[in-house]
């Protein structure tokens, strides 16, 4: 079966997809797109000289034509995040960006599943949403998923304990208003805060888990990254490469992604992270997981960041 992947933005983050489909046998033909053609000729044919040694992959630079019959679009495009910029500055200049691509990509690729990867994510969902005409289950944000592979990994340091063992989750805005819902939040099926107490030895665990702490770390996480080595693009290109595999698979798979709501805890007309169902055709359904009274004040809280935002600007 063809699986065809057109990732617009041929930058760190699109370049490192584009590889890791390679690497990972995740997508047959992938096409890259970039206004700065002569990068896009360049990563894809970095990438496509070392292909003998992976599964079979067509992957090449191309132009919005050549996204015709895609599966998948990932959009990357956009400017980057600065030290000690916050993703919701970037707003204005790469709402204006998706907006030209919009109109572009979707003429050709009509039945694509699109992914937004670019940064305010949740914002661009929106916008997606509200300019490109198409249904929405066929637009996703990668959302929180990124948080919630960190909260999983540093979970996992944590309890020394495998990360599949680990279920926990990152809800709402993917930036300063995420939050975990920690009465969701289990290790192999154990209330978290039970977990310690229900260990043979517990004083492996040590010192005792303060939520606010690893919330903290999760959502300082992308800035440190930024501060250290200039991008984040690793994890980002694992976990959207994660989407498209349960995409691919066509078996629904719960994620933490951003979509469109609906009154779903009570919150209207605004993209952010909750449980959605991905499957073939993109959104599936959404389960609105039981939270506690301060969990959904937090989620109604990270819901008008966002609006506050988007009512500031042109879209």
């Not at 979707?106 to 699109?114: E, G, L, Q, R, S």
């Not at 229900?198 to 996480?221: A, F, G, Q, W």
Request: glycine fraction near 8%.
């Amino acid at each position: 079966m063809s699986k065809k992947v057109t990732i617009i933005g041929a930058g760190s983050v699109g370049a490192t997809i584009a590889y890791t489909m390679a690497v990972a046998g995740i997508a047959t033909e992938v096409v890259m797109i970039d206004i700065n053609e002569s990068k896009s000729l360049g990563e894809a044919l970095d990438i496509r000289q070392g292909v003998s040694f992976c599964p079979p992959i067509s992957i090449y630079a191309g132009t919005y034509q050549d996204a015709a019959d895609s599966d998948i679009v990932i959009l990357t495009s956009g400017v980057a995040r600065k030290p000690g910029q916050s993703r919701l500055e970037l707003a204005q200049v790469n709402v204006d960006i998706t907006k030209t691509i919009a109109p572009n990509i979707v003429k050709y690729a009509p039945n694509a599943v699109y992914i937004i990867v670019s940064n305010p994510v949740d914002i661009l969902t929106y916008l997606f949403n509200k300019v490109s005409g198409l249904p929405e289950h066929q637009i996703i944000g990668s959302g929180t998923i990124l948080d919630t592979a960190r909260l999983r990994a540093r979970l996992a340091e944590y309890f020394t304990i495998n990360q599949q063992n680990v279920h926990a989750y990152v809800f709402g805005e993917h930036g300063d208003s995420s939050f975990v819902p920690w009465s969701l939040a289990t290790v192999s099926n154990i209330p978290i805060d039970q977990y310690k107490a229900c260990m043979t030895d517990p004083d492996i665990i040590n010192p005792t888990l303060v939520h606010n702490e690893v919330e903290t770390y999760i959502r300082k996480s992308g800035g440190k990254i930024i501060e250290r080595k200039g991008a984040t693009f690793y994890a980002v290109a694992v976990s959207v490469c994660h989407i498209c595999k349960c995409i691919f698979s066509g078996a629904d798979t719960t994620l933490t992604v951003s979509s469109m709501m609906h009154g779903e805890y009570g919150i209207e007309d605004v993209c952010l992270s909750t449980l959605s169902i991905v499957g073939r055709a993109g959104i599936a359904g959404r389960i609105v997981a039981p939270l506690t009274e301060a969990e959904t004040a937090l989620l109604h809280k990270s819901a008008d960041s966002l609006k506050s935002v988007i009512n500031n600007l042109t879209i």
